[in-house]
């Protein structure tokens, strides 16, 4: 039997976006795997704020002194191409995922769904299931109807709270943050960014829910560019299931004219957008399974196969009988881009961080005078050196001079910089009567760490002889 052209249809099929969602409660093994990644993306983004790590935050963001630590590693402003790079491999894992698993971030990952689904399971703890919550809401305002959401938006706004100071704690020292708060010594900018974060947690995850995901979040419009044929989706088999319609569990729906679908519309109840994945794939839909492990538990139930509504892909809908086979998922032609580009970029900020010089050091002339002559003729000239430590140990940088004759450093030859931090040094360079031609002369300043003589640094500048 050939199925309709519509079977996999990309619709935009918009659900009543009016009337509010009660997504209800399911168990199942994709409904273990979101509750995995809530609690793990909720550990890593709570916790790490937390971790020590010589002396200091293990992550830190620190505007002020313009650096950013990520454990041993120190990024200084010279080091922001590594940030945008960073960001360029953020979206094209985004597009890897998407063109070989669909929404998969957004059903799992996305901060959006994280909250959501925390915001949902307080909610569920205070005010009941699915049917309590409906009947709660259209119930007129009492005493215990008052009672209940003051206690459910306390408990969101606390965690909405919590968030934003993790926030905040990535940007400033999270102990010194909690010290301050204790105190109640916070600064402004501090208890502004704190509030605005914790409020668009508090009404995205409270309020806007499946609206971010229907009307606000771009990349619903324009994921249909990055799916083909062999794009993992959620699919619904009409062609298994319709004719839909109810019946008993013993009597044989096939001689009724009937699909394996009963219609029971719990699929649609469990959708967080709340959609109906039964009208094909839609703008709205986000990929989280929910749906599947309401529809499993039916079939079994009633004594059907499982998998009436299914991750397949559009050439395994079609063809039923075609199982989906990872190689298949994986040797298009826009996979291979994404995943050689992105394996490039990777490998070559890997190398890059792995073979940067550990120090960088900027030279200016002394301004107040250009050269000058002393005892017998000799003429020097003052250097001011600024050298960046980037390691996270403090180093011992001795300075040595060469490119004329008898060229020497008269004083200040050795500078200690703490890891992470620039050490300033003025020094004086010397040579004797005689030396050099008059004007500008090349020389070369080499800056070489002591313990460590393969780390060392060679700056070209001028020696002006009157």
Known sequence: MARPDNTFARRTLTPNLDAKVYPRSITGRFNIWRRFFVWLTQIVFLGLCWVPWHGRQAVLFDFVTRKIYLFDLVLWPQDTIYVVFFLILCALALFLFTAVAG????????????????????????????????????????TRKLVIKSVKHGLWALVALWTGISFVGYVVPIRELIDSLI????????????????????????????????????????????????????????????????????????????????????????????????????????????????????????????????YATENTSLNPTRKIKLWHL???????IYTTIFIA????????????????????????????????????????????????????FKITVDGLPGISITDNDLVTVRGGEIGALTTTVRVGPGIGKPGANQINLHIQDRMNPADSVTEHTKFWIL
């Open 183 to 310: 105190h109640l010594s916070i600064g402004p900018w501090t208890t502004f960014w704190g509030l605005f974060y914790g409020l668009a947690i508090y009404g995205n995850a409270g309020f806007l829910r499946e609206q971010m995901c229907r009307q606000i979040c771009p990349y619903a419009r324009f994921q249909f560019a990055m799916f083909d044929q062999d794009t993992l989706i959620i699919a619904y088999d009409n062609i298994r299931g319709d004719p839909r319609g109810a019946r008993s569990r013993n009597s044989d729906h096939q001689a009724q004219g009937l699909g394996d679908c009963v219609d029971c519309g719990i699929c649609v109840q469990v959708c967080p957008t709340g959609i109906d994945i039964r009208n094909g794939l839609q703008n709205e839909c986000i990929g989280c399974a929910a749906c599947i492990d309401a529809c499993d538990p039916v079939m079994e139930k009633l004594g059907y196969p499982r998998g009436l509504i299914r």
């Open 345 to 396: 970029i990777t490998a070559g900020m890997i190398w890059s961080l792995a073979t940067r010089d550990p120090l960088k050091v900027y030279i200016t002339r002394d301004r107040s005078m250009l050269a000058r002559e002393v005892d017998h003729g000799a003429i020097e000239n003052t250097f001011n050196l600024q050298i960046i430590n980037k390691g996270e140990q403090s180093h011992t």
């Open 330 to 336: 994986v040797q298009r032609p826009r996979v291979i």
């Open 103 to 142: 929404r998969v971030w957004c059903g799992y990952s996305c901060p959006q769904t994280v909250y959501t689904e925390i915001f949902l399971w307080l909610e569920r703890l205070v005010e009941g299931e699915r049917p309590k919550r409906i009947k709660l809401d259209a119930a007129p305002w009492s």
